[in-house]
C-alpha cells in the first residue's frame, strides 16, 4: 500500500503559476509511478500526467501539454509545475498511485486532493 498527501493548491489568478506536491510514504511507495489527475465541479476526474520511477518518462494530457510540467525529487516526493493556468484549470488535483495509465479506475491509491481555483 502506498500513501499519499497532496500539498499546494490555492486560489490564483488566471495566467498565474502554481505548483502541487504529491508526497508518497508506505511499504510499496518506491514500486510506483505516479499519476495525476483532476476533477472539476460536475465533471468525470480526467488525466493530466504521470511521471515514473524513472523520472525522464513523463506523460500529460492534450489540455495541459507544454503548461504543465512534473518532476521527481526522488521516488517520494512528486511536484506537478503548473504556468499559464487558465480557469478551466480549476479542479481538485489528485495524485495517485499503481498504475501507469490515463485510466483513474486503474489507480490503486489516492490522495485526498488539493483546490485549485484559478480566477478570471
Known amino acids: 500500500q502506498v500513501q499519499l498527501v497532496e500539498a499546494g493548491g490555492a486560489l490564483v489568478q488566471a495566467g498565474g503559476s502554481l505548483t502541487l506536491s504529491c508526497a508518497a510514504s508506505?511499504?510499496?511507495?518506491?514500486?510506483?509511478?505516479i499519476g495525476w489527475f483532476r476533477q472539476a465541479p460536475g465533471k468525470e476526474r480526467e488525466f493530466v500526467g504521470n511521471?515514473?520511477?524513472?523520472?525522464?518518462?513523463t506523460y500529460y494530457a492534450d489540455a495541459v501539454k507544454g503548461r504543465f510540467s512534473l518532476s521527481r525529487d526522488n521516488v517520494y516526493m512528486v511536484h506537478l509545475q503548473m504556468n499559464s493556468l487558465k480557469p478551466e484549470d480549476t479542479a481538485v488535483y489528485y495524485c495517485?498511485?499503481?498504475?501507469?495509465?490515463?485510466?483513474?479506475?486503474?489507480?490503486?491509491?489516492w490522495g485526498q486532493g488539493t483546490e485549485v481555483t484559478v480566477s478570471s
Open positions: 508506505g511499504r510499496s511507495a518506491s514500486t510506483y509511478a
Open positions: 511521471i515514473w520511477r524513472d523520472p525522464t518518462t
Open positions: 495517485a498511485a499503481g498504475a501507469t495509465t490515463t485510466y483513474p479506475d486503474d489507480y490503486v491509491s
